[in-house]
Structures are given as C-alpha cells and as structure tokens.
C-alpha cells in the first residue's frame, strides 16, 4: 500500500483514499476518487457524485478562483511552480446528458510543480479514452501509477512526452479492475 502523503500535484493520498485538492483542510473543496466515481466534497453540502460511465474526453485542470477562469492554464514561477493559491476546477465533459463539469479543489499549502498537474490531466485523460477510468476508484493502483508519475525532473515537456508518460504509467501500475 501506498502511503499518505503520496501526491503528484494537487493528487494526494488521504486516510487511505486518492482526491484532487486538500482534503485535511476544514470546510474545503476536494474530488474524491471512489470506486463508483468522483465525489465532490463541498462545505456546507451533501456533495455530488459522477459516476466513471458519464465521463468522457476532456479532462482539463484549470486554476483560479472562479470557475469562469475557463482559460486559465496556469501562471507559473521562475522555479516551475503553480503560482497561484487561490484553488483550481477538474473540467471535463459528461455523457447521458451531454453537460459540462465543474468540480472545485482547494490547493494545499504546499506548491505544486508545474509538470504534475500536467501528468495527472494526461493519466486522467488517457484512462477515459482507454475507457478504464474506474481504475482511479482503485487506491493501489492509483498509488502505483502515481509512484510512476511523479518525480523527476521539473522542465517544460512537450504534449507527446506527457501522452507517452501516460501510457507508461498506465502500463507500470499494470491491469487491475477493481
């Protein structure tokens, strides 16, 4: 099993479960990978879920406070670091009926570096285009991909270098189904 405070990115290992955004933080906003599908923990709220079925291609992790911020890629720091704290949104599209999704994360204290949340939209996207998203309902399956994923050097990769460290991953945590 893989151990709390594994991450890539706003990716982290929580009391045994893999979500997007600060999941410690009193009254925050974070996605919770369950086995069923995402769940949305919003304070003050009985959450939402979407089910691994209705996603489809399109993943896009996006930062700011205000989900109208639909072209915020990011500023980042001379270091290679997320530069902004004020939180960031999983976007992507659902099936059954056609929708946008917006899910809302609270950032850790922590930085992240710029290539992370780069590989976690390229893992998420190819795991939906394979159609084995409920693989991220799978804790050590995630663990082992994220181990595979993170690390490294922190530069500026290209798109084809981000798909192939996808598909690596997708192969190095092997073809578990939960």
Known sequence: MVKDRTLLGPL???DGSWGVGDAAKPDAHWVEFRPDGLYQHEPGSEGR???WSRIMTGVWITWGEHSWN??????YTPKGTVATRDGGW???TLRQPYEDCLLRFDQHTRSYRAVDPLRLEYLLRQLVDEEKPQLLGDPEWVGRAVAHLA???NRWVTSRALRRAAREALAAAGPNSP
Do not use: E, K, T
Not at 70 to 75: E, H, T
């Open 12 to 14: 982290a290992l929580s």
């Open 49 to 51: 879920s979407v089910p």
């Open 70 to 75: 639909i072209n915020s890629r990011g500023a």
């Open 90 to 92: 999983m976007r992507m």
């Open 151 to 153: 690390g490294g050097r």
